[in-house]
Nanobody, 125 residues
Framework: QVQLVESGGGLVQAGESLRLSCAAS????????MGWYRQAPGKQRELLAA???????KYADSVKGRFTISRDNAKNSVSLQMSSLKPEDIANYYC???????????????????WGQGTLVTVSS
């Protein structure tokens, strides 16, 4: 069985920084894309940043220049470094992994998508 475990959320003041991390557990063989989403109260979940296996990243306009996504393929992990945080960044942040292959029970298994449990980021003004 595979799962994503997130860490790093919390309360910060406006202008401060925070780093979120997410690691996939299990006998991981390959991971295609990794990304971060967020969902604020009453709003739809939005894609913030995504990164492929080569390290090519893309960002939503709302976080471009403030957030940086990175991944460690050896550790099957992805991080989101957030700086210059604003009250409008308050949300639950979710790690997402696309097309994950792992080995379990003598078989190679594949999931098209898997989500982390979410971590809350709160920014005080």
């Amino acid at each position: 069985q595979v799962q994503l475990v997130e860490s790093g959320g919390g309360l910060v003041q406006a202008g401060e920084s925070l780093r979120l991390s997410c690691a996939a557990s299990g006998s991981i063989v390959t991971i295609n894309s990794m990304g971060w989403y967020r969902q604020a109260p009453g709003k739809q979940r939005e894609l913030l940043a995504a990164i492929d296996r080569t390290g090519s990243a893309k960002y939503a306009d709302s976080v471009k220049g403030r957030f940086t996504i990175s991944r460690d393929n050896a550790k099957n992990s992805v991080s989101l470094q957030m700086s210059s945080l604003k009250p409008e960044d308050i949300a639950n942040y979710y790690c997402n992994v696309g097309t994950l292959t792992w080995y379990e029970g003598g078989l190679y298994r594949r999931l098209l998508e898997i989500w982390g449990q979410g971590t809350l980021v709160t920014v005080s003004s």
